[in-house]
């Protein structure tokens, strides 16, 4: 099947929280002795469940190679090039499954860093999932997902160092980085114009494009812009989420002077849950949301407008729903009840609505719950 026949692919990151069962990597601490080759057999067996569950793009944890970067233990250095046998066995199954893999660095994992010496940490770093990567023998479209970085007090220079920073790149990691619009420091036209100078593949973030566009560019152009940085018979691929919406609560400590209004019958200032009382240490208080937070499912409609937008542009949709691939087990019925016309975009057809509901359903008995925010959100890089 050409990759212009190919129904577009929707995916998740890293955790699978509908298998708690299935580890994303070996989290084990240096002393234990981890190794990338436990992280394989965790991949295997989530391969395994993607397959089953119809899901053909997964986002590979940054810490598959544990330790393999860390200065300080030596001893981990080479565990990528004493994988390559098993690598390329994930590779081959991947491949064979017809699965898109990918990496998504962490937040430290700067190539504008001030700091000379966190940026050769960084190439390091990206060097190291990069040759993963080739050892997997996956093709061009597995790639390593960076944002810009820091500000450092001067915007104009620190996008301006990012190209320093690519430039010291490798070949082999260049061929695989593609960069990443961002919520709160670089947006749309600042990669668009990191591209121009670079030739870099781009990453088009919806949410982000939303929380952070100052130049106010269209959506549709903006788009058309970024899926043209890459190549001819490369599928691009774009991240999708909706922000959250519900209430925060945040854990605060009760003032004296809280204390001693609410003795007289005084409300106090803020939304909380439950009054504050004479007695109260801590208070629970409501806040409005963040709009860079993720929200745990995609809203269909926003998704499905989306689409229509972007009707008769092909690319793969990460989805960065924090509900991971139960968001996707939800989004998929919803879809055919909803836009079946961006439905069949998927692949997703009447035939299956069947099957899809039932693994709906399924979801009512529970799943794991994931507190951590994901890469690119609850966090700030230096700067």
Excluded at 25 to 39: A, F
Excluded at 172 to 183: A, Y
Aim: glycine residues 6%.
């Amino acid at each position: 099947m050409s990759i212009q026949e190919r129904p577009l692919r929707l995916g998740f990151p890293v955790k699978v929280m509908g298998r708690p069962d299935l580890k994303s990597n070996d989290t084990r601490r240096w002393q234990k002795g981890p190794h990338l080759k436990t992280s394989l057999e965790y991949v295997d067996a989530i391969l395994d469940y993607l397959a089953q569950v119809g899901i053909d793009m997964y986002r590979l944890s940054s810490d598959l190679a544990p330790y393999a970067t860390h200065p300080d233990l030596p001893q981990f250095h080479s565990m990528v090039a004493e994988s390559d046998a098993e690598l390329a066995a994930i590779g081959a199954k991947a491949r064979a499954l017809d699965m898109r893999l990918s990496f998504h660095p962490s937040q430290y994992v700067l190539l504008n860093s001030a700091d000379p010496k966190l940026t050769a940490k960084s190439i390091w770093d990206l060097a190291s999932q990069a040759e993963i990567l080739d050892r997997m023998g996956m093709g061009p479209e597995a790639v390593l997902v960076t944002h810009v970085g820091g500000v450092y007090g001067n915007h104009e220079e620190s996008r301006a160092r990012w190209i320093e920073g690519w430039n010291a790149c490798p070949e082999h990691v260049r061929k695989r980085l593609v960069l990443e619009n961002d919520d709160i420091r670089f947006s749309a036209a600042d990669v668009l114009w990191i591209h121009e100078r670079t030739g870099v593949r781009l990453i088009f973030d919806h949410q982000h494009f939303w929380c952070l566009n100052p130049e106010s560019l269209e959506l549709r152009p903006t788009l058309e812009a970024f899926l043209r940085t890459w190549p001819d018979g490369v599928r691009p691929k774009i991240h999708f989420s909706s922000p959250r919406t519900e209430l925060r609560e945040v854990k605060r400590k009760v003032r004296s002077s809280e204390r001693i209004a609410a003795a007289d019958g005084r409300p106090g200032r803020g939304v909380t849950k439950g009054a504050v009382k004479a007695t109260s240490r801590v208070k629970t208080v409501l806040l409005p949301p963040i709009w860079t937070g993720h929200a745990d499912f995609t809203n269909p409609f926003e998704f499905a407008t989306f689409m229509r937008i972007a009707e008769g542009l092909a690319f793969d949709v990460m989805m960065e729903g924090k509900a991971k691939d139960i968001s996707l087990l939800k989004l998929r019925p919803d879809l055919l009840r909803f836009a079946p016309d961006v439905a069949a975009r998927f692949g997703i057809f009447p035939a299956q609505a069947e099957q899809l509901e039932a693994d709906e359903r399924r979801l009512e008995a529970g799943v794991a719950s994931d507190p951590e925010p994901d890469v690119d959100e609850g966090v700030t890089a230096p700067g």
